[in-house]
């Protein structure tokens, strides 16, 4: 049954993941654009943006955005800017723009207009200025805890601001006041007068400008007041002619809002955008709030934004995943109506056939027990020929050494074991890879009766490539191993889930913080053949029965770090079995 679901799903991942843009079925979002375009919309007039807030750094929740927005430029031929909501000046760092930008261009796209909300900033003034003046528009001097009270339930409307009917003149030399900085954080706020018992409480006269005496990290210390993400978007959208803004669905009720503010500056001689919403995919055993991963990095739960236990698009990157694997995840999981959460193993599993194509095979031991064969000469070595990676047949090969002493993996010995187990155990026989077939013969221990060494014959005719008759003798298994007079010393981090529940931030009860898994690292010693010795950061490998591994950016020529990047089992069957 596992390996009927698990080739089924394969199959359909492949299929997903090799279809033409002609041949594969178009998602509602692009039904929504067809539409537009056969009733008279023109395709020179489609544009597209990706508006993320330079407040943290990106996860993998906003590459599937990333891969739909720039996903559409690319199925329309039309462009796509990269727009930073830069409206926060508390919370934005010139750390986040650069990191953003970093991630798009990593997972394989270019924009065509690189804006800034706070581009239009004055504009935004200018358009609230005009609100004010016909009577849309007010400056309340309420505190935000007398505003949230008169702000009604969603049965039950709210009550009017005692400030509401100010005059325009006041209301037009109060706003002014805010801008020059001459009140303080809090004393006034602009806000819409649209509705009070609107059934939608975002409706309900919200606030459009804030005062902040924050310097800001594109304008400095220009502005005193700064607009609501509300009023910002659609204004932003109609400045850059945005044919389409998609949003995940949390804005959907914010659509109206959306629509009334267009309606307020709309000339009818442009194009108006279209506000759509598309559900999120969240991924399992971990959380996509920056505020949360800002938590996590702030109370010392991980090492920073790009840990690779983290799922920012920096961290999976440092971790060693491939754009190509990510864009693929983000076309398997499709876009859809209503949120799902996805298991992270399909990730896993996108990423492990890709590395699978394109990662040299490499041999390091991570858990050694050393291994000696007592009938090949002592002092001898010989360098055997290895395949680099049978899935690419440009791949070539490479030379790795052999000798008398090898390290080979604590596990793949016993003492004494049953039929099943195909490793090495006494009196049997076991071929290393791409060299000699060994048979078991005895052991050494120290005082406390653990295995120190492995003593082992092996048959010299019997190497790999050799052509002899020997040479194809089939065993029933096959070890990796490193010499010990070659071995190159390496730092290998393997990462575990980073929570130990699926939904860790779905529990009202609980604090999220409290699944965390203490044990989602492991930091060992290893030993690896040679030929890594001039490993650069980045460089991905697999290595051979234990999984995929990527040289750490704190890797060094003194001190070679690889963290895990999956391993090569594939996990996605058994989760299709539990369902």
């Known amino acids: 049954m596992i390996k009927f679901l698990w080739g089924n799903f394969s199959k359909f991942v492949a299929l997903i993941t090799s279809m033409s843009e002609e041949t594969r079925s178009r998602n509602f979002i692009e039904h929504i654009i067809d539409e537009d375009l056969e009733n008279g919309m023109s395709n020179d007039v489609l544009r597209f943006r990706f508006p993320p807030e330079p407040n943290g750094y990106l996860h993998v929740g906003h590459a599937s955005s990333i891969c739909l927005n720039f996903g559409l430029g690319l199925t329309y031929n039309a462009p796509v800017n990269l727009r930073f909501d ?70 039950e409307p709210g009550t009017h601001s005692p400030h509401r009917d100010r005059s325009v003149e006041e209301n037009l030399s109060l706003f002014e006041k805010m801008k020059n900085g001459e009140f303080e954080e809090g004393a006034h706020v602009l806000r819409a007068k649209i509705d009070m018992a609107s059934p939608n409480m975002l409706m309900r006269d919200p606030v459009m400008y804030r005062i902040l005496h924050r310097h800001h990290h594109r304008t400095g210390n220009d502005w005193c007041i700064y607009p609501m993400y509300d009023w910002t978007h659609g204004e932003s959208d109609y400045i850059e002619q945005v044919s389409h803004s998609l949003c995940t669905l949390e804005f959907k009720p914010h659509r109206e809002l959306y629509n009334w503010f267009l309606d307020n500056v709309y000339t009818n001689e442009d194009l108006r955008p279209k506000q759509r919403e598309f559900a999120r995919r969240n991924l399992s055993h971990t959380v996509v709030s920056k505020r949360k991963l800002l938590r996590l990095v702030e109370e010392g739960v991980v090492t920073g934004w790009d840990d690779p236990r983290m799922p920012t698009i920096s961290a999976l990157r440092r971790r060693g995943y491939t754009p190509a694997s990510i864009r693929n995840f983000a076309d398997t999981i499709g876009i859809a109506k209503r949120e799902n959460l996805v298991d992270v193993s399909l990730l896993e599993y996108c990423v492990r056939e890709d590395l699978n194509k394109l990662a040299p095979r490499v041999m390091a031991v991570l ?25 690419d047949e440009n791949a070539g090969s490479r030379q790795v050494p052999f000798s008398r002493e090898l390290y080979i993996e604590r596990e793949d010995f016993k003492e004494e074991a049953n039929r099943k187990f195909f490793r090495l155990t006494l009196n049997k026989e076991v071929r290393l890879k791409n060299a000699y077939i060994i048979k078991g013969e005895s052991v050494v221990k120290d005082a406390d009766g653990n295995i120190t060494e492995i003593h082992c014959t092996y048959d010299p005719k019997s190497r790999s490539g050799s052509g002899t008759e020997e040479s194809m003798r089939k065993v029933k298994g096959t070890l990796h191993w490193v010499s010990i007079n070659h071995a190159v010393p390496v730092e290998v981090r393997q990462y575990d889930r980073l929570f130990m529940d699926e939904a860790p931030d779905s529990h009202k009860d609980k604090d999220f913080m409290e699944f965390v898994n203490p044990d989602s690292l492991k930091v060992i010693n290893a030993f690896a053949e040679p030929s890594l010795k001039e490993v650069e950061v980045g460089d991905r490998f697999q290595f051979q029965r234990i999984g995929y591994f990527c040289v750490d950016t704190e890797s060094t020529p003194e001190k070679i770090v690889f963290n895990k990047t999956v391993g090569l089992r594939d996990t996605w069957a058994k989760v299709q079995e539990k369902k």
């Open 86 to 155: 830069d409206t926060n000046p508390t919370k934005e760092e010139q750390e986040y723009v650069d990191a953003i930008k970093l991630d798009v261009q990593w997972l394989g796209f270019e924009w065509d207009n690189e804006c800034y909300a706070s581009d239009y900033f004055q504009q935004l003034y200018d358009w609230a200025v005009a609100l004010i003046k016909d009577g849309k528009a007010y400056v309340d001097s309420q505190s935000s805890e007398e505003m949230a009270a008169q702000k009604g339930t969603p049965t």
């Open 367 to 391: 858990n050694p027990v050393k291994l000696v064969i007592t009938n090949y000469p002592e002092g001898e070595e010989e360098w055997l020929t290895a395949e680099n990676n049978p899935e």
